[in-house]
């Protein structure tokens, strides 16, 4: 079993990774907790938004356990392991999204906590979390009776470090870029190999279309056509950060782009011909238009919206949440039994409660009714 995880941003992104089709055959939303939406998005971009008064630009964790094809786990133990790593983060009873994936055959989930704690309005940190990681996997092969794998933190008993493999940030990168660790490697090792110093690097670099840049936490990084940085020690097999600076010891890290500078040449070179080519694929994929005097259906006024809940489903959804209620499963008009129905309607007391609250909140007409009042009074005592 093997378990990633890092603190993140950005719900817009996170909902179109976890909602991918093209790259999985499968993506299911199996569990919405501590949000008022009921819907990945809403929910993602829900815990966003209470993010907004913490001083922190990562409210997200985003985790997920892989196993083995011939290892699937149930459901029970699927919620079991993840349970165990959310108490190991520190994260017991925090809003969380739940997804699982399916590629060839194999099974492996994605879990995106929120990391707010509301009380203090603070992060929750996610120091040692390659660890807890790791502890939690070996944990969970042994009550699962799973193959062990070997982890580079936990459990070592004298056998080698094993090699690295791909953060969860570097597959995102991947996905995104369509350029994987493994090309990267095959890349920069060739080069590497094929060149004597620094500048001869940058020149076979530049030749292959990436570029030498000046990284924010190392000397030296690389970024690919699309914009993906890649750190050069990582890259080239069988070295290290100080054997990059020695083989770079003719290059002044000053004189390079930063990483920022340098994606933004990389977009100019082939922003347009990736857009170029993405125009291409959707004209590919749009459905021939109809010829005149087919039937169409109604057309939608230019810069109309789509309809979003009413309010009144949206207050009842908040007041749910602020009950401590758990929001009803949507069955089909067509499934439903009178009983059922009647049994959807709110109920008594929470009739009363909802009227209550309307009566303290005055309407728009009653607003305006009161302020002639008072302004009826301030002429009288005038």
Excluded at 320 to 342: F, I, T
Aim: with cysteine.
């Amino acid at each position: 079993m093997i378990i990633k995880g890092t603190a993140c941003a950005g719900a817009s992104r996170l909902n179109t990774h976890l909602t991918r089709t093209d790259t999985n055959e499968r993506a299911e939303v199996i569990d919405i907790r501590g949000v008022v939406a009921d819907d990945l998005s809403g929910a993602l971009h829900e815990m966003e938004a209470v993010a907004a008064g913490a001083r922190t630009t990562k409210p997200f964790y985003h985790g997920s356990i892989n196993t083995r094809a011939d290892e699937r786990l149930t459901d029970e133990q699927r919620m079991h392991a993840i349970d165990r790593l959310e108490a190991a983060l520190g994260l017991t009873g925090q809003a969380r999204v739940v997804v699982i994936h399916e590629k060839e055959g194999r099974e492996h989930c994605h879990i995106v906590w929120s990391r707010i704690d509301l009380d203090r309005m603070a992060a929750i940190s996610d120091s040692n979390n390659y660890r807890k990681h790791e502890e939690v996997a070996r944990s969970l092969e042994r009550e699962f009776g799973h193959e062990r794998v070997q982890g580079a933190l936990v459990e070592r008993e004298g056998k080698d470090r094993p090699e690295r493999t791909p953060s969860h940030r570097e597959m995102l990168q991947s996905e995104r870029t369509g350029i994987s660790t493994e090309q990267a490697k095959e890349l920069m090792t060739g080069i590497w190999q094929s060149s004597k110093n620094g500048k001869e690097f940058q020149a076979a670099l530049e030749e292959k279309g990436w570029m030498l840049a000046r990284g924010d936490r190392r000397d030296f990084v690389a970024i690919d056509p699309h914009g993906g940085v890649h750190s050069i020690a990582r890259r080239v097999k069988g070295t290290k950060a100080a054997d990059v600076r020695q083989r770079f010891d003719d290059l002044d890290p000053k004189t390079l782009r930063s990483v920022a500078e340098a994606k933004q040449v990389q977009r100019e070179r082939y922003g347009g011909q990736e857009k170029q080519a993405t125009k291409q694929r959707v004209s590919e994929a749009r459905p021939p238009r109809q010829a005149s005097g087919q039937a169409r259906g109604p057309k939608v006024a230019k810069g109309s919206f789509r309809l979003r809940p009413s309010p009144v489903k949206v207050a009842d959804a908040l007041f749910s949440a602020l009950m401590g209620e758990k929001p009803a499963p949507k069955p089909k008009e067509a499934d439903k039994a009178p009983h059922v129905q009647e049994a959807a309607q709110p109920s008594q007391r929470r009739q009363e409660l909802m009227r209550q609250l309307s009566r303290e909140i005055p309407s728009e007409t009653e607003r305006d009714a009161e302020i002639e009042r008072d302004r009826g009074r301030e002429r009288d005592r005038g």
